[in-house]
């Protein structure tokens, strides 16, 4: 059984970075059959995607955060991680480690649906 | 950018059927995903490709996609169903979702 495990610091302060790591059992970060994803929830509010990486090492963000989001994969460990920078308030949310599976049948690769999702871990950004 | 637009809230009896659409510019021609999340719970995929369900997944939950609007529809809705729903689709290969719904059963 595939499972996510986010960690990390509970408790960022603002202007730092938050720094978060997904752990992934059951399956492999090496496989270029998913996508692996960051998705946040502000509280009480909607699903924000955050960014993806591959197995490959290419990644896409959130337009919106592009400039202060990066991700990475460590195939060794089998986890993948997610550094925000310059945090503020706004940034206060539960983190979901998500895997979307693609579709490589036609040739090509396609995302078609997240599947397994952490248990989310909620990072506070408070002084 | 590219949106999704969902209703705050839709209420159901038990036994009704629910529908919850989802709308944005030519969704039709894009794969809509439905994900339910209970409170407190991480979100539970409930339709993929528009109308396929996971493995697991009752019967009752039901999706189609046309044209602006996708719809996912809830057969003989249960208790169980309360929760919030989110469309959610793949736009210029960056991940957008819907606003989210709020589905009262009572």
């Known amino acids: 059984q595939v499972q996510l495990q986010e960690s990390g610091p509970g408790l960022v302060k603002p202007s730092e970075t938050l720094s978060l790591i997904c752990t992934v059992s059951?399956?492999?970060?090496?496989?270029?059959?998913?996508?692996w994803n960051w998705i946040r929830q502000p509280p009480g509010k909607g699903l924000e995607w955050i960014g993806y990486?591959?197995?490959?090492?290419?990644?896409n963000y959130n337009p919106s955060l592009k400039s202060r989001v990066s991700i990475s994969v460590d195939t060794s460990k089998n986890q993948f991680s997610l550094k925000l920078r310059s945090v503020t308030a706004a940034d206060t949310a539960v983190y979901y480690c998500?895997?979307?599976?693609?579709?490589?049948?036609?040739?090509?690769?396609?995302?078609?649906?997240?599947?397994?999702w952490g248990q989310g871990t909620l990072v506070t950004v408070s002084s | 950018s590219y949106e999704l637009t969902q209703p705050p809230s839709v209420s159901v009896s038990p036994g009704q059927t629910a529908s919850i659409t989802c709308s944005g510019d030519?969704?039709?021609?894009?794969?809509a995903c439905w994900y339910q999340q209970k409170s407190g719970q991480s979100p539970v995929l409930v339709i993929y490709q528009d109308i396929k369900r996971p493995s697991g997944i009752p019967e009752r939950f039901s999706g189609s996609n046309s044209g602006n609007t996708a719809t996912l529809t809830i057969s003989g809705t249960q208790a169980m169903d309360e929760a919030d729903y989110y469309c959610?689709?793949?736009?210029?290969?960056?991940?957008?979702f819907g606003g989210g719904t709020k589905l009262t059963v009572l």
């Open positions: 990486i591959y197995y490959s090492g290419s990644t």
């Open positions: 059951g399956g492999s970060v090496s496989s270029g059959s998913y996508y």
């Open positions: 959610q689709a793949w736009d210029s290969s960056t991940v957008v």
């Open positions: 030519k969704l039709g021609d894009k794969y």
């Open positions: 998500v895997r979307n599976l693609l579709d490589c049948s036609g040739g090509s690769c396609y995302p078609r649906k997240f599947d397994y």
